[in-house]
C-alpha cells in the first residue's frame, strides 16, 4: 500500500515536472517569475536561453521518473530522487543567491524538497 501511495505521488511529482518544463519552455520570460528570479531577468534573449535550458531539464527529469516508475523497483526511484533533490537544493540557491523572493526560495524550491524527500522515504521504506 505505501508503495502504491509513493508510486502515485512520484507520478504526480513527474508530471508536474513535465508540465513545468513545457509551460516554460513556450513562455521563457514568464519562467523567470515562476522559478524566483527578480523581475526583468527573464527579459532578455540570454535569460530566455537559460529558462529554456532549464525547461528542457524539467522535461527530463519527470521522463526519468517515468522510466523508473516502469521499471517496478521502488528502491532505484528512492535513490535517484533523493540524489535529485540536489535540483530544487540548486534552485534554491540559485534564487536566494540572485535575491529572489524568500516565497521562491522556501516555498516553491524547499516545498519540492521536503516532498522529494518524503516520496523517498516512502519508497526506500517499502
Not at 71 to 98: F, T, Y
Not at 103 to 111: E, F, I, P
Request: include cysteine; charged fraction near 10%; proline fraction near 5%.
Amino acid at each position: 500500500m505505501l508503495t502504491t501511495i509513493a508510486y502515485v505521488l512520484a507520478g504526480l511529482a513527474g508530471a508536474a515536472i513535465c508540465f513545468v518544463g513545457v509551460h516554460d519552455l513556450l513562455a521563457p520570460q514568464k519562467a523567470a517569475a515562476g522559478f524566483g528570479l527578480p523581475e526583468g531577468t527573464g527579459e532578455s534573449p540570454t535569460s530566455h536561453g537559460w529558462m529554456s535550458a532549464r525547461a528542457v531539464r524539467d522535461i527530463a527529469s519527470g521522463l526519468f521518473i517515468f522510466i523508473l516508475l516502469a521499471n517496478g523497483k521502488p528502491h532505484v526511484l528512492g535513490w535517484i530522487m533523493l540524489a535529485a533533490c540536489l535540483i530544487p537544493l540548486g534552485d534554491a540557491w540559485v534564487v536566494l543567491r540572485n535575491k529572489g523572493p524568500k516565497s521562491a526560495v522556501y516555498g516553491v524550491h524547499g516545498g519540492t524538497v521536503v516532498l522529494m524527500l518524503v516520496i523517498t522515504g516512502m519508497l526506500l521504506g517499502s
